[in-house]
């Protein structure tokens, strides 16, 4: 159970609340100088002026201290994380734990008090940092609170210079266009930002602004409890409606000589200061304790209880046989149909499948006509898209993006580095990369989604060869957790066979991620390809083997992961070839060329890949193009043979 | 001079000119459905309701067909690239080349008349594509228009859907506060995108929006000449504000099966529909004709007259001496005044710095408060400011922009991308980078730079080492052409000396950029390090020598452009040990490792980076914690030196 006043149920803000919260507003200022000053960094200004919207949420949301992952409770997501001290002082009264380690171990290394807001908190939702965030993150938390059926509210507070940011208005709209009325934001509107007032670093009508977009906006005194109550109340409680309430605030309010300064934005108060601070606050300077405690090192980290990932049946595999032609992405549109068809309606199991205005390419269309309630149609707007899908991955909950690989990973790659920071459990399919996309040309053709995604540390990148290997690979990525990109092309593929012409990836083939698969054995060379590439290596190597040059030919499906094992296999070989569509620079062969030479592996080494950006045209003649065709392989690979019967002459 | 009706001088459109583009508006949409049907693919839906627009604008703006590249023309943006057979249509009508190749060579590889508008069309500014970016785009061309003293005006078109892009909020409030009435927007309000009706994707009052932020909308009939001179004539003139014409128009709009029908946005007219299209156009169907011209080959390519890069003095470098103890990101700050000093006024020098709300931290409010005229406060909306920065980079003009490597790089990747895709050049300085920012913690810890901008194919990646090497490195970069990025840590750090304490990088280092320093030579095993952390492989270094184990340690401070000279020095010693402040994976030790194998070098090869996420903490804590400090570099380099004895035994 809730406390019984949480929820913003009483219609007024009693006297008794309001003398508490008074009290609590001078208390938790003192915790905000102390936690920057003892650090002798953070952002007291913004944290001061946020405080009572904190005080006013953690102590009247239906949230539980004592069991802050409890899966009904309202979520309270800080979009301004810099404003941390703010945020760990008002759960620390509200009784999420213990102030004492925030004070000292604010901002020291190993410790959880992190200089923006994590999830490794009881009591935080994401973590923050660069601004424009919260807010598409609110809208995933919002929609899971319809679609679990658990109906709880979500707040965002926001800073004002972060209005700025154009990702906001994507999901002001989002909001809209699905009746999520159970959302409110607050924006801390103190009218400075690090520059200086925010009307001369730029000018803006944030409230004619979202208005246009169709919330309801509600402007108050932030530091009158009373107001606050009142427009939480209201916003909360009318169901045909979302709101903003704009808090009128003061940066650095409560302590004079900081009041609308904007220097205490990202400055610490002075030890010279510091007594004079804490007696306007009526509060003991205790801040020599606090950094000899902090010399003890940092506090220990809270055991968090994520909600973990939810249970679902895979399904068994659709094996496609060597007659058919198809692309792999029909091939993904057809086992995320499978694997919903199974799951939907099982107890507690929920998902989501999000668009960006692609749906018919991306192959989501018929997902979306069979279950219109689990299907955004999110418009041409990736960076809330990438967010708020994110946010949603957090939750026991299924949450997948299709989209084109520019717009899934390029655009978007800032949201994919923050979700994974937050530990999400996205699923993201691009059908179009490489320049298989063609004929739309190269601002279309993606030709990094490995050099970004490795240069995460938790994204693992999966690129199947045919029809038959994406069906095993979706069944796979969807049942487990963790951030997954799957890869393909638009292209229609063969479904590749083994020597004696059945299907390769047929019904006997488990999927292993992580480990390659020798398609064809042989000697003195190994090619190394994935995803579409494998088709154009298999055919270099047919024509090789017609002149009786029968090399070995590696299929990698998985590029996040290398298995020494297969550096080990690959090195046996006099020379590995690698080929790829993608930057030669930031792919496949650099990944496996630069592990095996630190691993104290090495053999002959060659990586054939894009090395320009490319123009519009078909795949086969931009390959030729770019020197990524089976006729250059051919030729690679008879100049390397060629050398070996020199050194062998 | 240009022809005397351009720059809608007069009050009204003639009848003489209705009767014209009436006629032309016939034609072109004959030449729309003639290049996508004979590629077989494209987007005539949206070109179509673009075209009458595109007629207006490229006949009656400011704009030379015979000289397309002067200084003082109008600058025309589409923003839609897909468009892009509307575009060339109408380019062709006005006499900017011959319409035949077009017709033929429409997305066939190699021809210049790609899937979207490229700039190697002469009358395109800008290669798009992706969507969102145009706006942006028109704001830098504005910018330029005023401090060129050229006063030419910027046109942006627009698709509807795309107004869903947050960017576009960005570009609209950059305009404003700028006072940018210089630039007029126009939608093709034709109501529908890939998946619909725009109303039913994503519901937006764009009006609202607009006036929201600040512009004046006027709403005419795209498809009524007059209406559109009308209000080209109006928002060209009017000094006072900023327009956005909203063009209602009609998907598909000449040929009735296809008004209104989305499945036109981006599919051919087949075959079998285009007798009865070319009939309703009243054109004659030579569809026929121009499939076979197409068999032989693409079109060529134009001779692009690209205006050049701004020729600069960059001054006499300054040196530090080893008492001074600065950060690099204020050297970077004085070395920018010192060359804007010398530069500023001289005859057709034009240059600008902008800033998003930082401009303490990365140090350019030095030069915001002596040119204020030519800073531009941008305020916490990176997106716009990557593209708009670009933009104006590739006027002959030195376009500088600060940023935090989060915010400048990870947040605005494919606007990196699409720059470098434009051939801009934009100077990029990002002065917190690393876990070397320290407190603020994960979301602030750039870890990707160079993983990120080595997956473009133009961008070059310097990390000066100390003061003295980012004085150089700064003056070279501003007066280079091309899309750099400069990468410092916000440390304090020692000037690096020699071994008789003299800075190494002094009087008479001569800056080369791809090339690395041996600050100290030593055998056995080379220690690369690069930018900060070159002090914390100095430090292990001094350890060693002093314990008589006296290796090599090689400064990197060019890591995009390794020069096969550098390799084979450093595959002359039995190891080599990387280390960087970095992702691992995708970072310097990954290039030089996988470059060295693939040029059929090798050696014993170590990588010391960040394999994870890093907490709050000051820098030496984190390098600790993440095994970059001094003493796990000897405590390696002591293992290996011990093998190499045992292999010795």
Redesign the interface.
Known sequence: MFDDWRGFKERKLSNDWKRKFSELARVTRGHILKMTTA?G??HPGGSMSSMDIYLMLYFMARVDPKQPYRDDRDRIIISH??TSPGVYAALAAAGFFDITPALHGF?????PF???V?RTIPGVEW??????QGLSVGIGKAIYSKLSGNNYHTYVVMGD??Q???????AR??A??YSLYNVTAVVDYNRL???GK?A??????IR??W????WQVLEIDGHDFEQLYDAFHKATHDEQHSYLIMAHTVMGKGVSFMENDESYHGAAVKLNDFDHAMAELGIENDIEVLMQQRKAGPPPRFKNHPPGYPVLDPGRPITYSPEDKLDNRSAWGKALMSVAEINMGRDGFHMAVF?N?????VKTDSFGKKYPGNFF?????E??TAAMAGALSVEKFLSVWADFG??GI?????QA??N??NKTNLKLFCTHSGVNVG??????HC??YF??L????GWKLITPADPNQTDRVVRYVLSTPGNFAVIMGRSKLAVITDEQGQPFFGENYRYHYGRMETIRKGENVALVAAGNMLHVALKAWSKLAAEDMRVTLVCVSDWSDLHIDDIKMLASYPHVVTIEDH?V??GL???I??T???T?L?T????LGI???A????PE??YR?LGIDDDTLVSKVKVILGEFLKIGC
């Open positions: 650090a960094s953070g994380g810099h901002r020291q290394a190993g410790s992190e200089g923006h994590e973590d923050t940092g660069n601004l424009g210079g972060e700025q940011k154009g990702q906001i208005a994507e709209r989002m809209v266009k930002q690090i520059s925010i001369d670093v730029m000018p803006q009508d004619a602004e208005l246009a977009d169709g668009d205005d692609l749906a018919g390419s149609q999110c418009g041409i707007s960076h809330n520019v717009f390029d655009e978007t790659y800032n580095r923050l994974d920071i004929e739309d040309g190269k601002t279309h030709l990094d050099g970004l490795n240069s995460t540390f930057n620079k930031t062969g650099t990944a060329a630069s095996m030479l630190s104290g090495s002959g080494f060659t990586r090395n320009k950006y123009s519009s045209g078909t003649e931009l193009m």
